[in-house]
Nanobody, 125 residues
Framework: QVQVVESGGDLVQAGGSLRLSCTAS????????VGWFRQAPGKEREGVSC????????YYSPSVKGRFTISRDNTNNTVYLQMNSLKPEDTAMYYC??????????????????WGQGTQVTVSS
């Protein structure tokens, strides 16, 4: 049985940093494109960042580009999202999605096979 689990969310002050982790049991993340989405209360879910299985392609939404970095640790079957210079508008539930469509110009969730339950990021001003 496949399980995708996010961790690392927390309450942090503006300007601070967090590192989110996405791990999986029952599948090897290195074989799939993986992405991070977020959803704030009252807003639609938006794609934040993704990485393809070979790590040759990454995508960042304009709102996080230059502040967030996605990476893989295939040894530990984990995908990370390093978030620096956090802003209050980054406050949201962050979700890991496995087997998305990850392009250099956009990310598409319609192909997603597996979702995690989310981890809450709250940035105070």
């Amino acid at each position: 049985q496949v399980q995708v689990v996010e961790s690392g969310g927390d309450l942090v002050q503006a300007g601070g940093s967090l590192r989110l982790s996405c791990t999986a049991s029952g599948l090897t993340l290195a074989k799939y494109p993986v992405g991070w989405f977020r959803q704030a209360p009252g807003k639609e879910r938006e794609g934040v960042s993704c990485v393809d299985y070979s790590m040759t392609t990454t995508y960042y939404s304009p709102s996080v580009k230059g502040r967030f970095t996605i990476s893989r640790d295939n040894t530990n079957n984990t995908v990370y999202l390093q978030m620096n210079s956090l802003k209050p508008e980054d406050t949201a539930m962050y979700y890991c999605a496995v087997d998305i469509l990850c392009l250099s110009t956009r990310m598409v969730e319609t192909t997603t096979k597996y979702w995690g339950q989310g981890t809450q990021v709250t940035v105070s001003s």
